[in-house]
């Protein structure tokens, strides 16, 4: 009989930037199974009301409880930054959050000077970043920008160049003029430009500064919560990893592998959950016809 501690991580986002935490989790906590939903047919979620933003996240947090897993990381900035209180009241889990640990890690880079955050528009309008700050360190200020082009450059995979090194240096000219001394990728799209990024950073303040990569500092938290509350997985093979997405893009297997950073197709065939008779997924195949599969499970949902 499986324990708790065996059951599997859930994980969700408004669509396939947060694999970006999965990659993250998936090298701090490589035992773990992992859950993951994309909610593809509804991204973006930085866009939408605080209220709708909360009836979405609601509605993922239960499909991964249908999935029997043993606690939620929302991988979404918007979510965590307008719905992670509301989901823990209506959730009898665990529920985690990429802000809390990213203000954490920038925290400890700034050193007391001020930190600035990119991120998407629902995010930096919460003022997520600036509270959780404020709860660490009553003297050091935040400065938010939101990014929007930044989040379509990840999705096409346009990360590379002059023209992902310009939308960079507009988006962080602001946070470096008011003094930031430390950025916050506080996206999870951002961690693919991280490169264009930190090259236009130290332009603009004539040195290098620190990036903090929420992504990553969750995952080191999500591996302490699990020792703490003694739900660290008995097996030591690696982790299974289970993408369940609302909708199926063309580009579905490209993006997801990019922010993945493995190959993702789906095993042959993996059958569409949602009834509507739609083809099974297929998986991709390489130029000599082999899987790109991985054992990378791909189901659609509808929620």
């Known amino acids: 009989m499986t324990s708790?501690?065996?059951?599997?991580?859930?994980?969700?986002?408004?669509?396939?930037?947060?694999?970006?935490v999965v990659r993250a989790l998936r090298r701090r906590c490589p035992a773990e199974d992992i859950v993951y939903l994309g909610d593809t047919a509804r991204v973006p979620y930085g866009t939408r009301s605080p209220e709708t933003v909360v009836r979405y996240a609601l509605g993922c947090a239960r499909v991964l409880i249908e999935r029997r897993v043993k606690a939620i990381v929302v991988a979404c900035n918007t979510v965590s930054a307008v719905a992670l209180d509301m989901l823990r009241v209506e959730l009898d889990l665990p529920v985690l959050g990429v802000i809390l640990p990213g203000a954490?890690?920038?925290?400890?880079?700034?050193?007391?000077?001020?930190?600035?955050?990119?991120?998407?528009?629902?995010?930096?309008?919460?003022?997520?970043?600036?509270?959780?700050?404020?709860?660490?360190s009553t003297r050091t200020e935040v400065a938010g920008q939101a990014a929007p082009l930044l989040v379509s450059l990840a999705e096409e995979g346009w990360v590379e160049g002059e023209v992902p090194r310009l939308?960079?240096?507009?988006?962080?000219?602001?946070?470096?003029?008011?003094?930031?001394?430390?950025?916050?990728?506080?996206?999870?799209?951002?961690?693919?430009?991280?490169?264009?990024?930190?090259?236009?950073?130290a332009a603009l303040a004539g040195g290098p500064l620190p990036i903090v990569d929420s992504a990553s500092a969750t995952a080191d938290e999500v591996a302490s919560f699990l020792a703490e509350r003694g739900l660290v997985t008995s097996r030591s093979a690696p982790g299974n990893l289970a993408l369940l997405v609302?909708?199926?893009?063309?580009?579905?297997?490209?993006?997801?592998?990019?922010?993945?950073?493995?190959p993702v197709g789906s095993r042959s065939p993996t059958h569409v959950a949602d009834g509507a008779g739609r083809p099974p997924i297929q998986a991709e195949a390489d130029g000599a016809g082999r899987s790109l599969a991985q054992g990378v499970d791909v189901e659609q949902i509808d929620l």
Request: charged share 15%; net charge positive.
């Open 167 to 201: 939308v960079a240096r507009r988006y962080l000219e602001p946070l470096i003029g008011a003094g930031a001394r430390s950025i916050v990728l506080g996206c999870t799209h951002f961690p693919l430009l991280r490169t264009a990024i930190e090259a236009e950073t």
């Open 104 to 136: 954490r890690a920038a925290v400890a880079a700034s050193r007391g000077a001020t930190i600035g955050v990119l991120g998407t528009a629902g995010t930096i309008a919460s003022g997520a970043y600036p509270r959780a700050v404020a709860s660490l």
């Open 4 to 20: 708790h501690g065996d059951a599997p991580l859930g994980v969700f986002d408004s669509g396939l930037g947060g694999l970006t």
């Open 246 to 262: 609302t909708d199926l893009p063309k580009s579905f297997a490209a993006v997801a592998s990019r922010f993945l950073g493995e």
